[in-house]
């Protein structure tokens, strides 16, 4: 007897493990909300330009299976990304443009900046190892105060609306650091794409022998359908809503608002990169995002968007230095498996309550799809 699997998503993490359990033998359905396939890493187009609404998507990975995978179906094109910032040193700079200056900070550039004296007697008071129970506590022995007030402190505000002392430590290595080195590349992966089109088609490629309904929404009301159709069912929707108690999990969400400008130029551009961080309270918004600087689409016309934060979606976890969120997280999981009267698997971004990469939930839908094939087997 064929086993059959019910898979609630198409995402990144849905598709993949859908793909390798059909790839695997088993009668795979891959159930999704929405109208299309991709979950939050999906591309659209603007009057024919490629643009992200969900934000900048740079696929990037030092996994071999990983990159095995993506690259058999089709995401290939090498891509360097690099990222600026714009930040005003004085009171005096606020009359004028800011300074754009690399992501993450470049000890080469900041020597030629006015603070230099001051940051550079505050690197040299730095402990020989960053620590701190708090996210700002962690990143000024990093960085020191100067760096951290320039490019971290704001952008964190904004970012999250709550001060950067309430925020964990725990992911301040993976998304800070001082260099030293001049690699400007923002990631220190071994391999890195940007797909042309945007990650759909690949997605699509990966899901083309995989049953998908769209536009069905699975919750836990519907656990006894679950048992009906499916052996094993892989949840990678958000629990507090697939266990329909919004509100019971903290995210924090952002908006991207996308506007076009048609350009005289084929190759023509209007923000200095694909990814330009703007931490200051001037304005709003915490960056500008301009994909046809990654696509190199030739196309009259381009799409700049503002990615606004505060917006009342599931995007990033909210990670407290008390730890309260996750805790919960797995309190919810344990209330869907005890529901459900069949085994149930979460993985992915939502349902793990973690950030993580796409090359990550990659990883995560073949580590779900072996731990089910192989508790199917038994
Ligand atoms: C702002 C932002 C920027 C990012 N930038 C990058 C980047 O540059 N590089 C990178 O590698 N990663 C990036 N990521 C991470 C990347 O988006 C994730 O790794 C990826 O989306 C994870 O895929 P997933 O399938 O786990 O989740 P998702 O892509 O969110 O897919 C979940 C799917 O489940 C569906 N769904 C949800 N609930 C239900 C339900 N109840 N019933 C049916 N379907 C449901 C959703 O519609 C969605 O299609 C970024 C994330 C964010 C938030």
């Known amino acids: 007897m064929r086993h059959r699997v019910g898979i609630v998503g198409a995402g990144w993490t849905g598709a993949v493990a859908g793909r390798l359990l059909t790839d695997a033998g088993m ?8 109208d299309v396939v991709g979950g939050h890493s999906r591309a659209e187009t603007l009057h024919g330009v490629v643009y992200e609404p969900n934000g900048a998507h740079i696929f ?6 990983v990159n095995r995978f993506v690259n058999s179906h089709g995401l290939t094109r090498p891509y360097d990304h690099q990222v600026l910032t714009e930040v005003y040193l004085s009171p005096d700079d ?18 030629a900046l006015p603070v230099w004296p001051t940051v550079e007697r505050e690197l040299a008071d730095l402990p020989p190892t960053p620590n701190g129970d708090n996210f700002e ?7 020191g105060r100067t760096l951290y007030d320039l490019f971290i402190r704001d952008y964190t505000a904004k970012q ?48 083309s022998t995989v049953a998908v309904t769209l536009n069905t929404e699975v919750s836990v009301d519907h656990a006894d359908d ?57 304005v709003p918004y915490t960056r500008t995002v301009e994909t046809k ?47 459900v009267p069949i085994p149930v698997y979460f993985a992915g971004r939502l349902a793990t309550y973690r950030y993580i990469n796409q090359d990550e939930a990659i990883a995560d839908a073949m580590a779900v799809a072996d731990r089910v094939a192989a508790d199917l087997a038994g």
């Open 27 to 34: 009668a795979v359905e891959v159930l999704e909300k929405a």
């Open 60 to 65: 990037h990975t030092s996994d071999p299976a």
């Open 94 to 111: 606020e009359e004028h443009e800011g300074r754009l200056l690399s992501w993450p900070p470049q000890v080469a550039e900041l020597q």
């Open 137 to 143: 506590d962690y990143v000024v022995s990093m960085m």
């Open 160 to 207: 999250w609306g709550r001060p950067a002392t309430e925020l964990s430590a725990r992911f301040a290595p993976k998304r800070v650091e001082l260099r030293r080195d001049g690699v400007r590349g923002l990631f220190r992966d071994r391999w890195q794409y940007f797909p042309p089109k945007g990650i759909n088609e690949v997605i699509e490629s990966v899901l």
């Open 226 to 282: 679950l048992a009906r159709d499916y052996n094993a069912v892989i949840v990678t929707a958000a629990l507090d809503d697939f266990a329909r108690c919004p509100g019971e999990l903290e995210w924090r969400g952002i908006e991207m608002v996308s506007h076009y400008s048609p350009t005289d130029d084929p190759a023509g551009v209007v923000t200095p990169a694909y990814v330009t961080n703007r931490p200051s309270l001037r």
């Open 293 to 339: 600087h990654a696509t190199g689409q030739h196309i009259g016309g381009t799409v700049v968007s503002q990615e606004m934060p505060g917006a009342p979606h599931r995007h990033y976890p909210v990670l407290t230095a008390d730890g309260a969120n996750e805790r919960r997280n797995a309190e919810l999981a344990a209330a869907i498996a005890e529901r």
